[in-house]
DNA sequence: ACGCAAATGCAACTCATTCGCATTTAGAAC
DNA sequence: GTTCTAAATGCGAATGAGTTGCATTTGCGT
């Protein structure tokens, strides 16, 4: 089937099927969050012979979500759900807003102490009832080559 | 029909029909982001004789979002698009992983400077080819009544 | 008041994602 | 290694947000 044989590897506490197995190596070679229709494809690919059902990816999936396994999330303006391994880190992206275009952005340019205690500062967002666990950011523009196709937009 | 009857409060450069004022109307009432069915249901409770089809309430807001007339977003974990009035001005939200609450959050805390020259400072993210025109930026966790019921989740 | 481009209503369609249920299988217990 | 069962899979049907084609209506410039 593939490369991943020793299944010790695996992150433990879940039944490791053969799909599972595959879709975890499908998501370990990606470079970049991948949705679940590609996925599908990728992990058709890897296993020549039997092909997947579309429904189990979508399982798998949630499954490893559950298990802390991937993370999922969606791009600005674009409404499937793109699915990544938890690797300890996380990436931000300026998204084209013309041409879909995601430019990894490097590092995190604040800390979560930023906003954790901004209800002290300035009156209401009462964010002591909160707790934060993780934060999503994303930039929106225009990238070289279709900004030139754009006209001035102050929106911020 | 509503409250609206003189036209030159409204932006100006499209047709104002009696469905666009409406959406107009029901979005100017809002306090937060409306999905398009929710602006479907508000609106034909305005209009209480006719109701208008919701592809209209899609198409009215796809116009209005051309004309930098409102604005759409997703909340994390979330796939419907949900629209809100452009005011010149943005909130950011702490958004409850279980309950789904969302709590606004006062003020920005960091402009797009901070982002626009990263690729200055360590080396990839080739923004100077990028022209930023706005972000999003998300918090996620629990809140007060649901966190009780979540053991440690240390993600990020 | 007239006329036409633009907007609407309606119904059919797309497409990501989910669900029910019969069949298969991982892996714990023998 | 064999047995057994809960969990996982496959398949196809269902859901639900959002879109689209087309015939009809209407805003609004003249």
Not at 31 to 50: F, V
Request: aromatic residues 10%; proline residues 3%; charged residues 20%.
């Amino acid at each position: 089937m593939g490369a991943n044989q020793n299944m010790t590897e695996y992150p433990q506490g879940i039944k490791w099927t053969k799909q599972r197995k595959c879709v975890y190596q499908v998501l370990s070679d990606a470079t970049e969050p991948l949705s679940a229709q590609q996925i599908y494809m990728l992990a058709g690919q890897m296993a020549q012979n039997d092909t997947y059902a579309l429904s189990t990816i979508y399982r798998i999936l949630a499954t490893f979500e559950e298990n802390g396994i991937v993370n999922s999330t969606t791009w600005m303006g674009d409404d499937t759900v793109v699915y990544e391994l938890e690797r300890g880190e996380h990436t931000h992206y300026a998204v084209c807003l013309d041409c879909r275009k995601r430019i990894p952005l490097q590092g995190c340019p604040f800390t979560i102490g930023h906003f954790g205690h901004r209800h002290g500062d300035d009156g209401e967002g009462e964010l002591s009832d909160f707790t934060v666990i993780g934060h999503k950011i994303e930039l929106y523009g225009y990238c070289d080559a279709c900004s030139a196709n754009h006209v001035n937009n102050t929106d911020l």
